[in-house]
T-cell receptor, first 116, second 114 residues
């Protein structure tokens, strides 16, 4: 079975530009979460989406936005890129749904975003 | 606030030895504790998890223990092999408001020497 897939694998942008990252969850998983991992640190929670709605948001500015599509895939958008946005962006999927307890989150290999 | 502390930051062992990584969480409402292994150039891979109603869980060479009173949980790897070399992350999670988020520790770089 295919795991979580993310594209692109690497991306180079300049300050002020915007970027769109894509994620396809494991088949049957309806919840997608996005995390930012700065080099040498643990991942930090950005969003969780379920049934096309944002269910939770971490401590990130409004420049970060996302959406989820009817097939449960998701896009992360970042506007007005800053040097500090350079990081590995990870997508995780789970069977999490309304009324469920914590379900395991399975990660993709991420998109490495470099800002020049 | 929500915080997970992880120790040690680096760990070096000889093949066949055991390795122990310890984490402490701050939010007593946390009820799910997964462990991830991250190899170079890859995303975190879930290796084992434990829920707050369980004190210990084993899966072959790996085991996790949880002390809710002390808000500590630990990963134990026995009979380590060179392929166990990676960065290991602990995390704590609360399911609240219809969603859960993982709060990660800073990671432990494990090196297993042949």
């Amino acid at each position: 079975d295919a795991g979580v897939t993310q594209s692109p694998t690497h991306l180079i942008k300049t300050r002020g530009q915007h970027v769109t990252l894509r994620c396809s969850p494991i088949s049957g998983h309806k919840s997608v979460s996005w995390y930012q991992q700065v080099l040498g640190q643990g991942p930090q929670f950005i969003f969780q989406y379920y049934e096309k709605e944002e269910r939770g948001r971490g401590n990130f500015p409004d420049r970060f936005s996302a959406r989820q599509f009817p097939n449960y895939s998701s896009e992360l958008n970042v506007n007005a890129l800053l040097l500090g946005d350079s990081a590995l962006y990870l997508c995780a999927s789970s069977e999490q749904g309304r009324g469920y307890s914590n379900q395991p989150q399975h990660f993709g290999d991420g998109t490495r975003l470099s800002i020049l | 606030g929500e915080n997970v502390e992880q120790h040690p930051s680096t760990l070096s062992v000889q093949e066949g030895d055991s390795a122990v990584i310890k984490c402490t969480y701050s939010d007593s409402a946390s009820n799910y504790f997964p462990w991830y292994k991250q190899e170079l150039g890859k995303g975190p891979q879930l290796i084992i998890d434990i829920r707050s109603n369980v004190g210990e869980k084993k899966d072959q060479r790996i085991a996790v223990t949880l002390n809710k009173t002390a808000k500590h949980f630990s990963l134990h790897i026995t009979e380590t092999q060179p392929e166990d070399s990676a960065v290991y992350f602990c995390a704590a999670s609360i399911f609240s408001g219809g969603y859960n988020k993982l709060i990660f520790g800073a990671g432990t770089r494990l090196a297993v020497h042949p």
